[in-house]
């Protein structure tokens, strides 16, 4: 099993150093920005969906969003399962202040996209760092020898 942590390994120390705060000020930026569209009144969040997508599939792809940066923000394996549990909660809290507005409703399904999304990101994520590592390997190993 591979992780994050293993391609910031093969960068300089400096290098891992500013990705990995990119990649916390990236998560931060989003969590909250979903959090923002979340409570937003429903005719405004109306507006800035052009593609007048399906609310569980706008659910999963904002919170799948979030998982694909999770793994990059906090690159220890228990760390992202923290994450995972974090923002799943995060999202949970947000379903319950939805349901306590006028304009939008909190739904269990809704909460079921946003947990299967971060699921579903951080998974591709995972598979990204594969796909780096496979590339990096190579060269490492012809440098080596």
Not at 23 to 34: E, P, S, W, Y
Not at 59 to 88: C, D, E, K
Request: charged share 15%; aromatic share 6%; glycine share 12%.
């Amino acid at each position: 099993m591979t992780s994050a942590a293993e391609v910031y390994g093969a960068l300089s120390a400096k290098t891992a150093r500013r990705l990995r705060l990119l990649a916390r000020i990236c998560l931060g930026f989003r969590t909250v920005f979903v959090g923002v569209l979340s409570l937003m009144p429903g005719p405004a969040v109306a507006q800035i969906d052009p593609f007048d997508l399906n609310d569980k599939i706008a659910h999963f792809i904002a919170y799948g969003v979030v998982g694909l940066v999770l793994p990059w923000a906090v690159t220890l394996r228990p760390q992202v399962a923290a994450g995972l549990a974090a923002l799943t909660a995060y999202s949970g809290l947000v379903e319950i202040l939805q349901a306590m507005l006028s304009e939008r409703s909190g739904e269990w399904l809704d909460l079921a996209a946003n947990g299967a999304g971060l699921g579903a990101g951080t998974v591709v994520s995972g598979g990204v760092v594969w796909v780096i590592l496979a590339a990096i390997r190579p060269r490492s190993r012809a440098q080596s020898g």
